[in-house]
């Protein structure tokens, strides 16, 4: 019945922008975040809010990234700026539920 389903993601060139959307259902989340896994690579935590709002930031993706809520739509975004290479992978859409869930992921591909 929880549901997370991610959207935005796609090819851009660096230095462009992206706005990723997670739409989730059947669950009040009192976490949300949005991770992200390179190939080869672990998964990592790029940004996280909570219910009162406070974030966390990867210090990878801090001053260009920016993640929000809105729990009356049961949304988190998170809006990419200042797009670079490295930040290609795919990203994850997570929230806290009772349980932790996951999205299905969504690629985010930047071009030199």
């Known amino acids: 019945q929880v549901q997370l389903v991610e959207s935005g993601g796609g090819l851009v060139q660096a230095g462009g922008s992206l706005r990723l959307s997670c739409a989730a259902s059947g669950g009040t989340f009192t976490l949300k975040s949005w991770f992200r896994q390179a190939p080869g690579k672990e998964r990592e935590l790029v940004a996280a809010?909570?219910?009162?709002?406070?974030?966390t930031y990867a210090d990878a993706v801090k001053g260009r990234f920016t993640i929000s809520r809105d729990d009356d739509r049961n949304t988190v975004t998170l809006q990419m700026n200042g797009l670079k290479p490295e930040d290609t992978a795919v990203y994850y859409c997570q929230g806290i539920a009772g349980g932790i869930y996951w999205g299905q992921g969504t690629q985010v591909t930047v071009s030199s």
């Open positions: 809010i909570n219910t009162s709002g406070t974030t």
